[in-house]
């Protein structure tokens, strides 16, 4: 194989390599971001770090804890007599999040729902605890190539949410474009043992 064409399959292989990684980059929704205040009763969906967000009751984008265990910054408080959603044009995976109690939450744990709904195949879904003073964190495993998440609902209290971390789903050409690459790599390995 030709100095020109080693190069080019070079190329390719670097070029897949580059998206492939920048793709698995982590993404956390922090909702720092927001230009226009998420006011308290709010139901008209909005849009954080890439995120779609919409709820089937009331939600507000605050500071205020409600509770003493920190978590600086702002985060989203939903009705949890609703739902609330995220969404994004794009394929998704979901790695983790903070979930805690908020106004009227009251003294006792209670148990939540969180459903990915999967661009292509079943939903998944794991019921998970919420504290009633202070944010936890979540990990999932299994939460990929989704379209959307619904955090569910419990006894009508508001529950804060936070660090929602999201990586993007690779495209399949970026697969091709790696495997076009490694393939013309290795017809220019053989070809040179051979000549």
């Known amino acids: 194989m030709s100095k020109p064409h080693l190069a080019l399959s070079r190329s390719f292989v670097f070029l ?7 793709g698995a980059a982590q993404a956390a929704v922090t909702f720092e971001d927001l230009a226009t205040p998420v006011p ?62 908020w106004v009227g939450f ?11 709904l ?20 979540y990990t999932f495993s299994g939460f990929t190539n989704l379209q959307s998440v619904r955090l569910g609902s419990t006894n009508g209290f508001y529950v804060g949410v936070d660090n929602i971390e999201v990586s993007p789903v690779p495209e399949p050409t970026t697969w091709a474009m790696l495997l076009a690459g490694m393939g013309l790599l290795g017809a220019a390995v053989r070809l040179r ?3």
């Open 118 to 137: 999967r661009a292509a195949g079943p939903e998944v879904f794991v019921d998970v605890t919420v504290s009633p003073s202070a944010f936890s964190s």
């Open 106 to 116: 009251g003294p006792n744990p209670s148990p939540l729902r969180i459903t990915g």
């Open 16 to 22: 897949g390599l580059s998206v492939l990684l920048s």
């Open 40 to 101: 308290f009763g709010s139901t008209s969906p909005f849009s954080s770090g890439g995120l779609t967000f919409s709820t089937t009751s009331t939600y507000t984008v605050t500071t205020d804890l409600g509770f003493p265990a920190p978590n600086p910054g702002k985060f989203l408080a939903y009705n949890s007599g609703g739902t609330a959603s995220f969404a994004s044009v794009a394929p998704f995976n979901l790695l983790s999040l903070d979930l805690g109690g």
């Open 193 to 195: 043992q051979r000549g």
